[in-house]
């Protein structure tokens, strides 16, 4: 199936830890994190040092590994520091650091030999020269080009060594620009996507000013939603991750640092499914419809399959709107005696509201909430205040760390 590895990686997002997380409890193999510097996911999205360390115990205690962002473009100053933060995240567990500069791949192969560098896909990899000259650089693993196909990929494989890793993403948001290099919201905002503030200005409505008619805004096309002529689709390999596979690739990434816990647990747990059933054999029509159904249940733009078949492949119309066909509405915290489960409410639930449960134990378990009570025992009917704790009877399948949504619009009573 592939060189190098005996099993596929699967690489989940970690925007903070309660979604790193949900990304090991759902089965991811690695995850990444953008750390204090250098990292392409401002704000929201990165760790702390003392965080990462957090993070780098929580995935070995599972037997997994962290990856660390560190792929913006540093300028001199950020240069001068980085040995210093090459030798921390050495020193903190990090198995590996992503990094697209070629200066800042040289200088933390001087600073820290011994950590691991992964070449990002911000460095545009698309041909064997370019992957070999970064493996004699000493690097282990390339994140390849999004505009590779399939084709291309087996290529590459086949010209160059075995102990180099191949990444590619198969799932996610997709940059309309070229691997992700993209000056629009500079331009628009003043936050520069290659220095980690993106402003995702290329997924705004835009419209048509005639120049002799200041003030009025004509759609480019008639939609009563406006039109987002630049936004791309969101990436969904679901279908070929075999292919994938085949053509050599040793890491499935799924991208996703920005987005909720709700989704890189639904979408870790579908590729991990997915994967699973490949490695065993046990792939069905029906399975891979339920799998389907799984990532349509999480917020997403129209799907595509990327570039791995040459021109974009576009799965459905894409009409400028995220859609989800699921609500994520709770949290178990805890179980409790006499078959109860206590929930963190994110999103109103009901009594006799129809419920599912996203867990990595069981797929398409479903049960009707009834008996909410309060943390005071007393019943109420429903559960409309954000992270409040509430009780319910639940099957004793559904555990901690389970997550539940209801189904847009209810599919039973």
Known sequence: MQTGSSRPELLAPAGDMERLRAALRFGADAVY???????????????????????????HALGRKLYVAVNAFPTNDELDRLPDYALALEALGADGVIVADLGAI?????AAPRLPVHVSTQANCLNYGAAMAYYDMGCRRVVLAREMS?????????????DLELEAFVHGAMCMAYSGRCMLSAYLTGRSANRGGCAQS????????????????????????????LSSFDLNCLDFVDQIL???????????????????????????????????????????????????????????SGFYFGAM??????????????????????????????????NRIREGDALEVLSPNA???????????????????????????????APPEVQPGDLLRIRLPQPFT
């Not at 040289?106 to 001087?110: D, F, L, S, V, Y």
């Not at 309060?374 to 009877?393: Q, W």
Request: charged content about 25%.
């Open 33 to 59: 994190a953008g750390g204090p510097m250098l990292q392409l996911r401002a704000g929201s999205a990165g760790f702390t040092m003392a965080s990462l360390a957090e993070a780098a115990g929580a995935a």
């Open 106 to 110: 040289a200088t933390i192969r001087r």
């Open 150 to 162: 399939l084709t291309d990929i087996r290529r590459l494989r086949d010209r160059v060594p075995d």
């Open 202 to 229: 290329c997924r705004w409505s835009f419209h048509l000013m005639e120049e002799k008619r200041p003030g009025e805004f004509f759609p480019v096309e008639e939609d009563a939603a406006g039109t987002t002529i």
């Open 246 to 304: 085949d053509a050599g690739v040793t890491s499935l990434k799924l991208e996703g640092r920005m987005k909720s816990p709700y989704y890189v647990a639904t979408v870790t747990n579908a590729y991990r499914r997915r994967i699973d059933g490949i490695l065993d054999g046990t792939t069905t029509p029906a399975l891979l419809d339920v799998l389907r159904s799984e990532l349509d249940a999480a917020s997403h733009r129209a799907y595509a």
């Open 313 to 346: 492949k576009q799965h459905a119309p894409d009409d400028g709107t995220y859609r989800q066909d699921c609500v994520f509405v709770g949290t178990v915290v805890d179980r409790l005696p006499e078959g109860r489960a206590r929930v963190e409410a994110r």
């Open 363 to 393: 797929l398409g378990l479903r049960f009707v909430a009834r008996n909410l009570t309060d943390g005071a025992g007393n019943p109420i009917e429903a559960a409309n205040v954000p992270m409040m704790r509430f009780d319910l009877d």
